[in-house]
Structures are given as C-alpha cells and as structure tokens.
C-alpha cells in the first residue's frame, strides 16, 4: 500500500498487483493509459494487473478493455 511519504512531484511507477500496488519509484501521479490524463496518486481506483496500466476512471477502464482504447 502507497504512503503519503512515497509521494513526490512527478509521475510515479508502479506495479500493479490484485487490489493492492507496488510503488517501483515515487511520484505523486500516474498517467491514465487511454485518456493520457494525469491521476493523482490518492486517486487511482482502476487499473489492469494484465496490462500493467491505470486508468482515471471506470468508463477509460471499460474502454480499454473492449479493445477501443
């Protein structure tokens, strides 16, 4: 689980696991894979273990998933 402390300014990488994130290198968001749409940190709700990508929120998610994204 991210820590306020594991944030700063810039994006950060992670891994994304099954309901919980890996923080690889600090930052304070992640860019959404469909929408390139900057998700701050505390934000981030929906993301693909499989494709390793967030997204800012469920409809970005959907898209991806149906292959329109």
Known sequence: ML???????GEAKIRYLDADLELLSPGDYVL??????????AALRYWSVDHQEAYIDAAAAATRMSGKG
């Open 32 to 41: 959404c894979a469909v929408t390139g749409r900057k998700i701050p940190i």
């Open 3 to 9: 820590k306020k402390t594991d944030r700063q300014p």
